[in-house]
């Protein structure tokens, strides 16, 4: 099976390389650049994810494959209309992981390592979870509705491929009939946000449009403040990759009762018991 991220890894860094060059050598008061722990992080946590994710992808071809094969549909694999089916498909799906990835602390826990950084560059595209194992259940309906495995797989990383570019502050914005149908830049930089008006927004991978028909579109306005409502003011990784499961053990452990456990767990990160102050809103509590 070809893995088209492991062969963009040389441009991933090439361009990463770049970027940074080019903040130093045409720095703007406007934009935050690099920071160089900041981006060592980031890279790290991109590393620690391939290499958990050589083995947990044999999980997710097994389980794909399962499913497929016994599904009573078999979509052809030559035919162009299967490709743009699954294009379309695979946003969906990405667009619903997404925003519960958001919207419930539990999944909160592993995504929000992605928005930790208190920068925004292409090394921030690189720092993901540790814990990738929730992502499963959200393209299992594509191998149900007869989408083969591998290319479930290769549209998957067709998806990162193209985020990773929109990691950047050096593109204004583009278009605007891109800037309507497309994820971009702007867009993502307000998804990165922790301004109380960006939270919980512009969850689209490649399209922006999912985000405009369910309502959680929003436009690039005032200044981004990247990074959580809380930062953890730390560039440890293991730290970087466990902090809000830690937290949540700890909520946890002070719960009264089952409910309050079920809350801690289901509800958005920012949720507390009604008797107990709640802190800021939080993109449930970042990005």
Partial sequence: MF????????VFVLCLALEAISFAVRPDDEKLGYRFDDARTSVLMGLGNV???LGWKLVVVAV?????????LHLPTNNPLTWIALFFADEIAFYWYHR??????VLWASHVVHHSSRFYNLSTALRQPWTPFTALPYWLPLALLGFPPWMILLQQSISLLYQF?????????????IEFVFNTPSHHRVHHGSNEQYLDTNYGGILIVWDRIFGT???EREKVRYGLTKN?????????ATHEFAAILRDLHTARGWRERAGYLLRGPGWKPADTPAPGPGLAEPA
């Fill in 64 to 72: 794909y494959a399962a499913v497929y094969l016994a599904s009573p």
């Fill in 51 to 53: 290499v958990i994710n």
């Fill in 3 to 10: 893995d088209l991220i492991a062969h963009a890894i040389p």
């Fill in 100 to 105: 519960t990835h958001h919207t419930i602390r």
């Fill in 165 to 177: 570019f929109i990691h950047t502050e050096r593109v204004s914005t583009l278009w605007r009939p």
């Fill in 217 to 219: 579109f929003r436009p």
């Fill in 232 to 240: 953890i003011d730390t560039f440890n990784p293991i730290q970087v």
